[in-house]
């Protein structure tokens, strides 16, 4: 596959890659759902969110609603569920901007990732780290690096060994190193990921002992 013949050349990122299973990005559909979803996680453990998912989709007989159907549910029956009251509320913003501005699947999966941001976050409730997590899972876009994701940081952190302590600097070092997997940020988001919670480190000499 390009992606790993690509990522490859890094030889950090190669011995990571070996370690794990090819990843295979998806598209999917009702990206308005899927924002909802994601919404409905933040800040909670992916069992309860999971739980939470569960009860919203048992308000429409344990079928996707449409975006129409979610806006016409009242906020207090989201919040009987659950829900707290800013995501019952932002739920609201998801589907009701969709609706307003016309916005259909297939104009999203043509559209570039920056357009995609740029349009999404407009809505109240929706950060760029949601809209990038989108543009990974649903749209299935292979050059998508989420830099303000801790999980990505500490993964880069802990495989090239960085000791930088100035936040800015460290930044521009991600940054700068996430750049050598252009076009394929997306997979090496999806190895990253997965090596930081679940894999040995590549090579112990080189790299410390996660803390």
């Known amino acids: 596959m390009n992606h790993i013949l690509h990522l490859s050349k890094d030889k950090k990122f190669k011995k990571l890659i070996e370690s794990q299973e090819t990843f295979v990005l998806e598209k999917r559909n009702k990206v308005y759902l899927r924002l909802c979803s994601s919404i409905l996680s ?7 969110a999971k739980v939470l998912y569960k009860r919203f989709l048992a308000l429409y007989n344990d079928k996707e609603p449409t975006v129409k159907q ?3 549910t009242p906020a207090e029956t989201f919040r009987s569920i659950g829900f707290s009251n800013a995501k019952a509320s932002y739920v609201h913003n ?8 016309k916005i259909t699947d297939a104009q999203l999966h043509k559209m570039e990732n920056e357009e995609i941001i740029q349009l ?3 809505i109240k409730g929706v ?11 649903t749209l299935g876009l292979e050059d998508v690096f989420a830099l303000d994701d801790l999980g990505l940081k500490q993964g880069v952190i802990k495989l090239y060994n960085l000791k930088e302590t100035d936040k800015k600097l460290l930044q521009k070092k991600i940054e700068k190193i996430s750049l050598k997997w252009r ?3 997306t997979y ?4 990253l990921w997965n090596w930081k919670d679940n894999a040995p480190l590549p090579d112990k000499k080189e790299n410390p002992k996660s803390k």
């Open 188 to 191: 090496a988001c999806r190895y």
């Open 127 to 137: 950060g760029k780290w949601t809209v990038e997590m989108i543009l990974m899972f």
């Open 70 to 72: 979610i806006l016409e």
């Open 120 to 122: 999404l976050t407009q």
């Open 42 to 48: 933040q800040q909670l453990s992916t069992t309860v």
């Open 183 to 185: 076009p394929y940020r």
């Open 94 to 101: 998801v589907c009701r901007f969709f609706i307003d501005h």
